[in-house]
């Protein structure tokens, strides 16, 4: 050697834990976006850029900021689980929530816990309760970034079907006694439940199947908690149908249900402030390993929450939020009608709140990345997310059929359009299909 080529790198090694990490399909979708900009985006679960709080934050950061006391307290470091006063706020909003008072719910605010967004908690549960092999049961379909925070710690997604009515508590009873039969029961560790409006379905589940799950769930812990995470994330967009209790009020006990909400949805994902209601038992669990991640989320953005929570700004803004939604929720059905009513086998749920509307075709026509209808789609100028990814488990009785339309980021006039851009390319598809069927 003559001294002058230069080194080859040594090889990486990973960790374990990064080897079982997903890459996510939110990145292919993501680059997507960006490749292709004229593309009507049905997919983004993004929220509203016009209703973004710009003029109530700003009116919020200059209170904060004019006061020396506020103002300092803001910028300097906070606590691991939050600042104590919007703590003490985020609990008097949830009793309203609850139709309760603070003293009703049982709980002080030691069992709030702060965190960067609803997802940091979904990830942290998953961290201090799951192992690698351990059980989490999901409904089909899911969240599909939940999905990924599953793998990413190694345990095994279960996957109950699902209906209008949200998961099926009968079929989770019988999947609880299968693992008995078979000696796993010891491997179940948590029951995972989008209970309003969910992410991708639009579903919610029903009041009586609540109680179920609570009764389910203590039922089948014989030898250690099975707790139940249900996030949240979509409560406060309801826009017609019941108001239903939280399953977190079903628990009479307090301590079998973790409670997960966000004010991404409602307020601003920039802000990125959610929140947790923790059993006692997990309360410094949690704790200890958000140290070790963050030491605690933005002290300064957890003082903008409180002051539109005491301000009432976050209210109004919210009724502003929820009838522009609606607007658009409506938009989606009303092309879904005009669209898609007269193409055989193609269905959709009518959701009453939440970003979304769950759209099954044909089963012959797949969906998927790789589908000719993805490609068509494309080509027509519209995207949307494929629903064989909002399912946990990799099987081939997983649906091909399914997608997930998102109404949160076009204006009425845009989703109108997008859905006339898809409808084309299911034509498109369908017209394919049956030549081959017919050849």
Same mark, same amino acid.
């Given at each position: 050697?003559?001294?002058?080529?230069?080194?080859?790198?040594?090889?990486?090694?990973?960790?374990?834990?990064?080897?079982?990490?997903?890459?996510?399909?939110?990145?292919?979708?993501?680059?997507?976006?960006?490749?292709?900009?004229?593309?009507?985006?049905?997919?983004?679960?993004?929220?509203?850029?016009?209703?973004?709080?710009?003029?109530?934050?700003?009116?919020?950061?200059?209170?904060?900021?004019?006061?020396?006391?506020?103002?300092?307290?803001?910028?300097?470091?906070?606590?691991?689980?939050?600042?104590?006063?919007?703590?003490?706020?985020?609990?008097?909003?949830?009793?309203?929530?609850?139709?309760?008072?603070?003293?009703?719910?049982?709980?002080?605010?030691?069992?709030?816990?702060?965190?960067?967004?609803?997802?940091?908690?979904?990830?942290?549960?998953?961290?201090?309760?799951?192992?690698?092999?351990?059980?989490?049961?999901?409904?089909?379909?899911?969240?599909?970034?939940?999905?990924?925070?599953?793998?990413?710690?190694?345990?095994?997604?279960?996957?109950?079907?699902?209906?209008?009515?949200?998961?099926?508590?009968?079929?989770?009873?019988?999947?609880?006694?299968?693992?008995?039969?078979?000696?796993?029961?010891?491997?179940?560790?948590?029951?995972?439940?989008?209970?309003?409006?969910?992410?991708?379905?639009?579903?919610?589940?029903?009041?009586?199947?609540?109680?179920?799950?609570?009764?389910?769930?203590?039922?089948?812990?014989?030898?250690?908690?099975?707790?139940?995470?249900?996030?949240?994330?979509?409560?406060?967009?309801?826009?017609?149908?019941?108001?239903?209790?939280?399953?977190?009020?079903?628990?009479?006990?307090?301590?079998?249900? =973790?409670? #997960?909400?966000?004010? /991404?949805?409602? %307020?601003?994902?920039?802000?990125?402030? @959610?929140?947790?209601? *923790? !059993?006692?038992?997990?309360?410094?669990?949690?704790?200890?390993?958000?140290?070790?991640?963050?030491?605690?989320?933005?002290?300064?953005?957890?003082?903008?929450?409180?002051?539109?929570?005491?301000?009432?700004?976050?209210?109004?803004?919210?009724?502003?939020?929820?009838?522009?939604?609606?607007?658009?929720?409506?938009?989606?059905?009303?092309?879904?009608?005009?669209?898609?009513?007269?193409?055989?086998?193609?269905?959709?749920?009518?959701?009453?709140?939440?970003?979304?509307?769950?759209?099954?075709?044909?089963?012959? =026509?797949? #969906?998927?990345?790789? /589908?000719?209808? %993805?490609?068509?789609?494309?080509?027509? @100028?519209?995207?949307? *997310? !494929?629903?064989?990814?909002?399912?946990?488990?990799?099987?081939?009785?997983?649906?091909?059929?399914?997608?997930?339309?998102?109404?949160?980021?076009?204006?009425?006039?845009?989703?109108?359009?997008?859905?006339?851009?898809?409808?084309?390319?299911?034509?498109?598809?369908?017209?394919?299909?049956?030549?081959?069927?017919?050849?």
């Amino acid at each position: 050697m003559s001294g002058n080529e230069p080194l080859a790198s040594p090889p990486v090694t990973f960790s374990k834990r990064r080897a079982l990490t997903q890459d996510l399909a939110i990145s292919y979708l993501m680059q997507q976006g960006v490749e292709n900009p004229q593309v009507i985006s049905l997919a983004a679960g993004l929220v509203d850029p016009l209703t973004l709080p710009v003029t109530e934050t700003a009116e919020a950061a200059q209170r904060i900021l004019a006061n020396p006391t506020s103002a300092l307290g803001s910028l300097q470091y906070g606590t691991t689980s939050g600042y104590i006063r919007l703590r003490r706020l985020i609990l008097d909003h949830f009793a309203t929530l609850e139709k309760s008072s603070p003293e009703q719910l049982g709980i002080g605010p030691d069992r709030v816990l702060l965190t960067t967004g609803s997802q940091q908690l979904l990830s942290l549960v998953c961290e201090v309760l799951l192992d690698p092999g351990d059980i989490c049961f999901v409904a089909g379909p899911t969240y599909f970034v939940f999905a990924g925070n599953l793998s990413g710690v190694g345990a095994r997604a279960v996957t109950i079907p699902s209906d209008e009515h949200g998961m099926d508590i009968d079929e989770l009873d019988r999947a609880f006694a299968e693992l008995n039969q078979s000696g796993e029961l010891s491997r179940v560790k948590m029951i995972y439940v989008v209970s309003y409006y969910d992410n991708p379905g639009g579903t919610c589940l029903s009041e009586s199947r609540r109680r179920q799950l609570i009764e389910v769930a203590k039922k089948w812990s014989r030898d250690h908690q099975i707790f139940i995470l249900e996030d949240a994330a979509y409560r406060e967009l309801r826009y017609d149908g019941p108001e239903l209790p939280s399953i977190w009020g079903a628990d009479e006990s307090r301590e079998r249900v =973790i409670y #997960t909400q966000t004010f /991404s949805k409602t %307020f601003s994902p920039g802000v990125r402030v @959610g929140f947790g209601i *923790v !059993p006692s038992s997990l309360v410094q669990a949690i704790i200890d390993r958000k140290g070790n991640e963050d030491f605690g989320s933005s002290n300064f953005a957890q003082h903008l929450i409180a002051d539109v929570l005491q301000h009432g700004t976050y209210g109004s803004h919210l009724e502003a939020v929820k009838t522009g939604y609606t607007a658009k929720r409506d938009a989606m059905l009303a092309a879904a009608e005009e669209f898609f009513s007269e193409l055989p086998g193609v269905s959709w749920h009518h959701p009453h709140g939440g970003l979304y509307v769950w759209m099954s075709l044909p089963k012959e =026509i797949a #969906t998927g990345f790789n /589908s000719e209808l %993805f490609r068509a789609a494309l080509k027509q @100028g519209v995207m949307y *997310v !494929p629903g064989e990814i909002c399912y946990a488990a990799s099987s081939e009785s997983i649906p091909s059929h399914q997608m997930r339309l998102s109404y949160g980021v076009q204006t009425c006039e845009g989703i109108r359009l997008g859905m006339q851009r898809l409808s084309v390319a299911v034509h498109e598809v369908m017209r394919i299909g049956d030549f081959i069927r017919r050849t």
